[in-house]
């Protein structure tokens, strides 16, 4: 495939040259450009990813992320029904817990604050599809993503299981898709399997394949409330140095049964994604992170750049490289920027 492109490419710059090939040709007036455009964006493309609070009537900003708060679930519903008024067919749903322990326990709980989102969002909204996050950083005093061992070390396999459990309530509160992002060996598997087992073979698993440990999950972690009390992820996410690595992590992923493989961090990762678009025939989610969306939106309130266009420049670059999907907190934004 990119062979022949190849080979078109070096023949048509071999066949024909200036001055009787002219690139402005077609760049001259807005109808011409919209006709050879090759990368389109839709609201369609786009995850909404927010932050769920117990309580009522709370939303706090976050900070880091102008835009974007922390909301109780009447707020939640609100946020979704506006996301998906603009055409955005998903919302990612993250759960911050009154309270954390070193077991992460709230993540499973029947009544905890996903599980109750997630049921009042298909009961308001059935249509809009609902995706959950998978870990238990937001719910452990620690912020690890799995069991933390005394030395320090994050126990893998002794995660596998609370994390097909935290995936089994989210389905049984009707979550669509069950999203693991702990970075556990074999989490897609035991997803699949707890799932399968628990009589919800139908909810899909979109799998953070390829994530990276990165500095731009940073205004996330103020979000979540979610930094590792010591240590860091390294042990567990990847090193963003590692192409061949990635693509191992999205094969893997893929063999474990996921519906949909994730590339995590978007900007910095483009290559991987378009890798993996070349590699893989499943769909593909690029997650453009906080700190992606952070350092736009800081360039954009001093004045430095054109917030929208840069938006909506980032977002079509991640379509380019192969995304069908994109996580982003742009969604509404870039929704409505589209629309005109
Ligand atoms: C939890 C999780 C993180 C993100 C998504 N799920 C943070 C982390 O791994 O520390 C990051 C999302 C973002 O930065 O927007 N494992
Ligand atoms: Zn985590």
Redesign the pocket.
């Known amino acids: 495939m990119t062979e022949a492109l190849d080979r078109q490419a070096t023949q048509a710059a071999t066949a024909a040259r200036f001055p009787s090939v002219r690139g402005r040709r077609l760049r001259r007036t807005q109808a011409l450009r919209d006709m050879v455009r090759e990368t389109t964006l839709s609201p369609k493309d786009f995850i909404y ?1 927010l932050f769920v609070v117990p309580g009522r009537g709370v939303r706090v900003p976050i900070d880091p992320m102008p835009g974007q708060a922390q909301l109780s679930i009447d707020h939640v519903l609100e946020e979704a029904a506006e996301a998906h008024g603009l055409g955005i067919p998903a919302v990612l749903l ?1 759960g911050i817990p009154s309270h954390k322990d070193a077991a992460g326990a709230g993540a499973y709980d029947a009544g905890g604050v996903i599980q109750e989102a997630v049921a009042a969002l298909k009961s308001q909204l059935p249509e809009l599809a609902v995706v959950t ?1 998978v ?1 238990l ?2 719910y452990t005093d620690h912020g690890h ?1 799995g069991v933390l061992l005394d030395d320090g070390t994050v126990d893998n396999d002794a995660t596998l299981p609370l994390l097909a459990k935290i995936a089994v309530s989210h389905a049984a509160a009707g979550a669509d898709i069950v ?1 693991p ?3 556990m060996d074999g989490q897609v598997a035991a997803l699949r399997g707890g799932l399968d087992a628990a009589g919800f073979a139908d909810t899909a698993i979109m799998a ?1 394949a390829s ?1 990276v440990a ?1 500095a ?6 103020v979000a ?1 409330g ?3 009390r010591s240590g860091d ?1 390294r042990s567990y ?1 990847m090193d963003g140095a590692n192409g061949r690595e990635a693509v191992r992590e999205l094969a893997q992923d893929a063999a474990e049964g996921a519906d949909i493989l994730m590339v ?2 978007a900007l910095a990762y483009l290559d991987v994604l378009k890798e993996a678009r070349e590699r893989f025939g499943l769909p593909l989610a690029a ?7 952070a350092m736009l939106k800081a360039a954009a309130a001093n004045g430095w750049l054109d917030g929208d266009a840069a938006m909506l420049e980032v977002l079509t670059s991640i379509k380019r490289a192969g995304a069908d999907l994109i ?1 982003t ?1 742009f969604a509404k934004e870039a929704a409505r920027a589209l629309r005109g």
Not at 216 to 221: A, K, T
Not at 287 to 293: D, F, I, P, R
């Open positions: 990813p993250f996050d870990c950083c937001e993503c999203a992002s702990a970075m953070y994530k990165s731009f999950y940073g205004p996330f972690r979540a979610s930094s590792p992820r996410q995590k961090p997650y453009n992170t906080s700190g992606e969306y996580i907190y």
